[in-house]
């Protein structure tokens, strides 16, 4: 059985109209919901719509991370990774701050919900996780710089 707590964020979804206000009287009586109206923000990704449809996007996100970075009013980057960058071998100074390195690349695979353009660059520098490098960090402020 689910706890109260289990259900904070619980968004219900669907065109049947009877059955979504059904499900929501159930939810009522066992946990004493409140509805909140139209979705338009959840864990980062905004929410709009339109008469065509649904677009989701993290701009709100990707701008948090550039703020916080102090890379807003830096150059922005036309491609997300070097195609000459050879991360594998290159030989580099360590980066010793791993913890900033891998929560940077956490954020940016959450961005990758939106922005599949960034997925394979993402994953690229997710793959060296025992021996993080200047050469890593650079490419990945180079992805952010590209979002």
Do not use: W
């Amino acid at each position: 059985m689910a706890s109260l707590s289990e259900l904070d964020d619980l968004v219900i979804v669907g065109d049947d109209l009877d059955e979504i206000d059904f499900v929501k009287v159930l939810l009522d009586k066992k946990f004493s919901i409140e509805e909140l109206g139209t979705l338009k923000y959840f864990l980062g990704i905004e929410v709009a719509r339109s008469k065509d449809g649904i677009s989701l996007c993290q701009r709100k996100y990707a701008f948090d991370m550039l703020q916080e970075s102090g890379l807003l009013a830096g150059k922005s980057s036309s491609t997300p990774m070097d195609n000459n960058a050879e991360l594998h071998s290159a030989p580099s100074a360590p980066y010793f701050e791993v913890t900033s390195y891998r929560r940077l690349i956490g954020k940016l695979s959450y961005l990758t919900h939106t922005r599949p353009d960034i997925s394979f660059s993402i994953g690229h520098l997710s793959q060296f996780p025992p021996a993080h490098t200047v050469d890593h960090f650079k490419a990945a402020i180079r992805v952010l710089k590209y979002c």
